[in-house]
């Protein structure tokens, strides 16, 4: 027991930490001073029902990103998220397709990416995406409580890109466990840092996976 006390007593102290801090994350400044015109817009997956339809958080998502396409920000936007956890045939991706045809977004504008498992393949995917379009520049929407820990992973990678947060809808003890899971590994980055293959060969979906992956790298 004794040589797992350090560990013990780091781990309290962060969530200690975290919830002190928590108030931080929220309200998130979303951006203001958008460009006219973006290349792409990236949409982060966030979860989906047993039914592999989009959870609240990611309909909301996908909500603002449609919002911004009708503005005309852009005329293609990204579709970002795997395998489902716990499923063998349920793609965040195509999901997200399926929404924003019942949207009546064209089909021919919306590019899906159905390997990523987490923030990091996110961001990795998308961008290899848009570097192989010609793409520079895009507008990143995730929710809000995601905003900081998603703008720090994009900023590893050599695009012109600006933040917009969507409206968490979750609530109670589910509200509370994101932001804890969200400062948490914000903590982390800030004494490991984010290795360049940082998280990319993660083959799950869960805190645990992101925080050993951490501790490794």
Request: with cysteine; glycine share 4%.
């Amino acid at each position: 027991m004794r040589k797992f006390f350090p560990y013990i007593l780091f781990l309290g102290l962060l969530m200690v930490y975290s919830f002190f801090t928590l108030p931080l994350l929220l309200p998130v400044p979303q951006s203001e001073n958008l460009a006219d015109r973006y290349d792409a817009i990236i949409v982060l997956g966030g979860g989906l029902t047993p039914n592999c339809t989009l959870d609240t958080s990611l309909q909301a998502r996908m909500d603002k990103a449609i919002d911004l396409y009708r503005q005309s920000y852009t005329s293609r936007i990204i579709l970002t998220g795997g395998l489902q956890l716990n499923s063998d045939n349920c793609f965040e991706a195509e999901a997200m397709w399926a929404y924003a045809l019942q949207k009546n977004i064209p089909a021919e504008i919306l590019i899906k990416e159905n390997k990523a498992l987490n923030t990091y393949q996110n961001a990795y995917h998308a961008v290899s995406l848009m570097k192989k379009r010609g793409m520079k520049s895009a507008l990143v929407v995730t929710s809000d409580f995601h905003l900081k820990r998603a703008n720090l992973i994009f900023e590893a990678y050599n695009i012109d890109h600006k933040m917009v947060a969507s409206t968490s809808l979750s609530e109670g003890r589910q509200k509370y466990f994101e932001l804890v899971k969200e400062q948490l590994l914000l903590c982390f980055h800030a004494i490991f840092g984010i290795p360049d293959r940082f998280g990319l060969d993660l083959k799950e979906q869960n805190l645990s996976e992101v925080l050993r992956s951490i501790a490794l790298n």
